[in-house]
């Protein structure tokens, strides 16, 4: 099966890569088993495992193990560090900096990435998404979110615009707001992570 490169990214091989890249570079200090790099990637355990071996094989990650577990973590050591670092940012950053900063928000009960960034994930083309559209469901702490938003932005460097709706508006999709995004495409935020 031919692999298509990245969307958000076509110095990158496949979105499954350009996903375990963005789990491991947003997080450079933790480590991560195989099955929770196939589950953020969205992808079976063997096909992480092929990822995870690429990478290893050009030093871009280490392994520890325990046992016959493996972990495996970003090699800051590596002289690309900071330029990987900086490709796997501008396109897959918000999907791995998003969980951890909205994580915990008072009376959120879904987050999605919509706009042109899910549509280039999606595989749309366009341009390159210059900011990244945030839709928060629930009864939402807008000033929390706002700060999280803000931390993302940082991170990332480039605006997090974030739009709430609550579950009701969104279940009904009685609005035109709500019917656009809806027929567009989405990218889920995992809360649980």
Do not use: C
Not at 69 to 95: C, D, K, M, W, Y
């Amino acid at each position: 099966m031919k692999v298509s490169p990245a969307q958000l990214s076509p110095l990158l091989r496949s979105d499954t890569q350009g996903l375990i890249l963005a789990q491991l570079y947003m997080n450079p200090d933790d480590g991560y088993s195989l099955s929770e790099l196939a589950r953020f990637a969205k992808t079976s355990v063997p096909t992480a495992m092929r990822e995870v071996e690429k990478l290893l094989d050009a030093r871009w990650v280490t392994e520890r193990q325990f046992g016959r577990a493996r972990l495996i973590q970003v090699n800051r050591q590596h002289a690309l560090f900071e330029a990987v670092r900086q490709i796997v940012t501008f396109s897959f950053g918000p999907v791995a900096l998003l969980p951890a900063a909205l994580y915990g928000i008072d009376g959120l009960e879904h987050a999605f990435i919509f706009g042109a960034w899910a549509a280039r994930l999606k595989r749309e083309l366009g341009p390159d998404p210059h900011e990244v559209d945030v839709l928060l469901v629930g009864y939402v702490n807008r000033i929390e979110a706002s700060r999280a938003a803000a931390k993302v932005e940082g991170a990332l460097g480039r605006g997090v615009n974030v739009q709430f709706v609550s579950s009701t508006e969104w279940q009904r999709a009685e609005s035109d707001f709500v019917r656009s995004i809806q027929a567009r495409p989405l990218v889920e935020v995992d809360l649980d992570a």
